[in-house]
């Protein structure tokens, strides 16, 4: 086995690479077939989700894999190189294994515990079996991944460590209030009808809202989303409107969550204004300033509210950034630690958020039904191109009661995020959650999940290590078999009276002492194999037994070529 993993996720990059690192589908399968056609690897997989992007291969040489692998993440990314280099990890072998089965329980995720990558794994899986590119060792270790990760939901708590980004946001904007006594009674407006917001909707509904708005740029989704909603048995009331008529509908809503895949910003910080303005509140206090952006890919300084921004705090922002710092500039701070991309591919979060433990996110709900809606709906959507901009954290005035609460789960953001300057508006967003999650403390179930996905790797490798030899041990096999055959149809030439009873005890007996003699030694070569550092064993059983390399290369090859290895049930 020699698996390399190369990737970036918010935990190695900033959000600006992140967000211009996204891959839409046809680049994932463009990537797949040139990671293939490269010389180092003989399979591969892709792992795009919203907050990574991971390519793995089975390569035979890992300087020239890593490089290559690292040159087509960025070709198809379209970040240069340089630019990308910094903010890649690196994982080969034993070590990749272990990052894969960590990333399958939810310890590597943004939440720590969220049960939706499961079904983004089981994605990245089948996407490799539609393209020919997942292979014996890609298959195996997906596969086993998915075990692992249903394994870790089943046998601990791991899920009470972390909650769906959707969950956990509402939980941000709760503040100290459970989430189903902050919601109870509010109108809600729920912006996209894809996979995350057909999730939002559904737990809004759950947590008691009186009124879901779902709008959406293709009405016949955001309707059929309403439908679901009414038909969900909560009581919840739901109707579908326009894009053109959600900042009329923000005067009327109290909570707003939105995950598109628009090029621009959804809300801007005027919109939330004269929204708050028209509805009637007054918090008495002035007019916030907007918060600085930096520059944009093209090099111009950009602001949210449209004013122009002191150079040297841009240079500030700009050196924050390359630096991976925080800079906080007038109330506002910037955050370079977590990201996620853009749900212009259709996001996968929600998608997938039946998969293992996610379904109780939609106890109450039609969750069949919002599962066939959000991929519906994710197949309908466009991948959108979107240039970077900066991630804002949000902040509450603690001083002035919130008026409006707004959850950004898009990446690049849906809100401006001047709006969390705005008097009565809380703004939380996937920054945001990113450091609050971060701040957690880690339960003791994650340790518990820890030491399952020790155990899983270390099972996986010697397997896959057992498995090595097989092909080596059944040559063997193969041989012993034909010198039995040939000895018996010589013993026949030299004892033609032998009759059928007799002819057949005789090559019984010589076919029960050649299995008795490798009996031991093949038993014993798969055990020491196994083990790490064993592979050399296969190599010695060939030299000692004069094994035909290529007799052994078809029986690898007819191994392989088990349909049984490409079963695409195989990975549910």
């Not at 399968?29 to 003989?42: G, I």
Request: net charge negative.
């Amino acid at each position: 086995m020699s698996l390399l993993v190369v990737g970036l996720s918010h935990r190695s990059a900033p959000v600006s690479v992140l967000e211009r690192a996204s891959l839409s589908a046809d680049a994932k399968a463009k990537l797949l077939h040139d990671t293939l056609a490269a010389e180092p690897a003989a399979e591969a997989a892709v792992l795009a989700t919203c907050n990574r992007i991971e390519l793995y291969a089975d390569v035979d040489k890992f300087h020239a894999g890593v490089a290559e692998l690292s040159t087509l993440l960025a070709q198809h990314s379209g970040v240069a190189l340089e630019e990308l280099t910094p903010y890649l990890y690196v994982h080969y072998e034993d070590r990749a294994v272990h990052h894969l089965f960590s990333v399958a329980c939810g310890l590597d995720s943004m939440v720590v515990g969220e049960g939706q990558i499961l079904g983004q794994i089981k994605d990245a899986l089948a996407l490799g079996q539609e393209l020919h590119t997942a292979g014996r060792l890609i298959n195996d270790l997906f596969q086993q991944a998915l075990r692992v990760g249903k394994r870790a939901h089943s046998e601990t708590g791991i899920d009470r460590a972390g909650q769906s980004l959707v969950t956990f946001g509402l939980e941000q904007l709760a503040v100290n209030l459970p989430v189903g006594e902050w919601a109870a009674g509010k109108r809600a407006l729920v912006i996209g009808a894809g996979s995350m917001s057909s999730l939002a909707a559904a737990t809004l509904a759950r947590a008691g809202v009186a009124e879901v708005v779902v709008a959406n740029r293709t009405a016949e989704r955001a309707e059929r989303l309403a439908e679901i909603l009414v038909a969900s048995g909560t009581g919840v009331a739901a109707r579908a409107v326009p894009m053109s008529t959600i900042t009329d509908e923000l005067t009327r809503v109290d909570v707003v969550v939105s995950c598109t895949g628009a090029t621009g910003l959804v809300l801007t910080g005027d919109d939330v204004a004269l929204a708050l303005s028209a509805s009637g509140f007054e918090s008495g206090a002035a007019a916030p300033h907007p918060a600085p952006q930096a520059p944009d890919a093209g090099g111009r300084d950009a602001l949210a509210g449209g004013a122009a921004v002191d150079a040297e705090v841009v240079a500030r922002l700009v050196a924050a950034a390359e630096g991976g710092r925080r800079l906080a500039d007038a109330g506002a701070a910037r955050t370079i630690t977590a990201a996620a991309a853009a749900e212009a591919d259709g996001c996968p979060v929600g998608a997938d958020a039946a998969v293992g433990d996610g379904r109780s996110a939609l106890a109450g709900v039609d969750a069949g039904s919002l599962e066939l809606h959000g991929a519906w709906a994710d197949q309908g959507e466009a991948a959108a191109q979107r240039q970077p901009r900066r991630a804002a954290r949000s902040q509450a005035d603690g001083a002035v009661p919130v008026r409006l609460a707004l959850l950004d789960l898009a990446m690049p953001r849906d809100i401006d995020a001047a709006a969390h300057r705005i008097p009565g508006v809380r703004l939380v967003d996937i920054e945001s959650l990113a450091e609050a999650s971060a701040d957690a403390p880690m339960a003791a179930d994650v340790d518990a999940v820890r030491g399952i996905v020790a155990g899983e790797v270390a099972a996986f490798g010697a397997a896959q290590r057992a498995a090595h030899i097989t092909p080596t041990v059944v040559a063997l096999r193969a041989m012993a078999a034909e010198v039995v055959a040939m000895e018996v149809a010589r013993l026949d030439g030299r004892v033609p009276d032998l009759d059928e009873r007799q002819r057949a005890e005789v090559t019984q007996t010589v076919r029960r002492v050649v299995d008795k003699l490798l009996h031991a030694p093949t038993v014993r070569v798969k055990q020491l194999a196994s083990e790490p550092g064993g592979a050399g064993y296969a190599e010695a059983l060939r030299e000692l037994f004069d094994l035909d390399p290529q007799t052994v290369a078809s029986v690898s090859r007819a191994d392989a070529a088990d349909p049984k290895n490409d079963d695409p049930g195989r990975a549910s």
